[in-house]
């Protein structure tokens, strides 16, 4: 006895099924995809943190798309950061705001409330601090790339970072201390903090390099 003909309007209807999932699955890859820079800097390289950070994000199912460990010197350091007025201003900004955070005194230790003069304070000795060591340079990939590496990242300040975050597991630095010992907060791990930085830092670090996609079991469990 043969297989009967699927009917036409059951035939049309699972053609505009998968139609539906190819149209779903291209606005998710479209839309959803991002990527992040990811910095590891030169007091996580030394304290043999590498290896957890990259854990970390690839536990959340993140996908590692591009690496290099390089010692930058001071221009290149520089040109990462916009370095604009406006920049530096907020800078400062965060600076006032983590003080008062903390419950510290900001005139005791700087002798200055000036957000312009706070963020060059930070911005100079932002550059010493990445000078340290090597540094590992990464491009990572997935759905809400951007937000889900700065909450696995947490808080740029350890000290106010929340629990389970690699800045809470793994520092106890805060904006007081570090200023006490006349250097910046050392947040170990940098992640861009929009689209559109990320987008601005991979081609500044990478410049028009061609990605190479693969699979990872998790893209069959989520991404399709």
């Known amino acids: 006895m043969g297989t009967k003909p699927l009917k036409k309007s059951r035939k049309t ?6 139609y ?7 606005f998710y890859n479209d839309y959803m995809i991002e990527r992040t820079l990811i ?8 304290r043999g943190l590498v290896g957890k950070i990259i854990e970390t994000f690839e536990n959340v199912g993140l996908k590692l798309m591009a ?20 920049w530096i201003k907020e800078m400062g900004k965060k600076t006032l705001a983590s003080f008062k955070q903390s ?15 706070l963020g060059q304070f930070i911005y100079e000795r932002l ?7 090597p540094i590992i340079v990464m491009v990572w990939q997935g759905p809400n790339a951007v937000t889900v590496a700065r909450k696995l990242r947490g808080h740029t300040i350890p000290v106010l970072a929340d629990p389970g975050t690699l800045h809470a597991s793994f520092s106890f630095d805060s904006s007081p ?6 250097r910046v907060v050392k947040t170990f791990v940098h992640v861009s903090g929009s689209t559109d930085e990320a987008k601005r830092e991979i081609d500044y670090w990478f410049g ?15 991404l399709i």
């Not at 910095?39 to 030394?46: C, F, L, T, V, Y």
């Not at 510290?104 to 957000?115: A, G, L, S, Y």
């Not at 550059?127 to 060591?133: A, D, N, R, T």
């Open 13 to 18: 209807s699972i053609i505009n099924c998968y």
């Open 103 to 117: 419950g510290e005194n900001v005139m005791k230790t700087f002798k200055t409330e000036d957000p312009e003069k």
């Open 67 to 86: 690496g290099k460990m390089l010692r930058p010197n001071k221009e290149v350091i520089k040109n990462h950061y916009p370095g604009t007025p406006e």
């Open 20 to 26: 539906n999932i190819y149209n779903v699955y291209n």
């Open 177 to 182: 201390l570090s200023a006490s010992l006349d």
């Open 208 to 222: 028009k390099l061609d990605f190479k996609s693969y699979e990872r079991e998790v893209d069959s469990q989520y």
């Open 127 to 133: 550059i010493k601090y990445w000078m340290e060591g």
């Open 39 to 46: 910095i590891i800097k030169p007091d996580a390289a030394k």
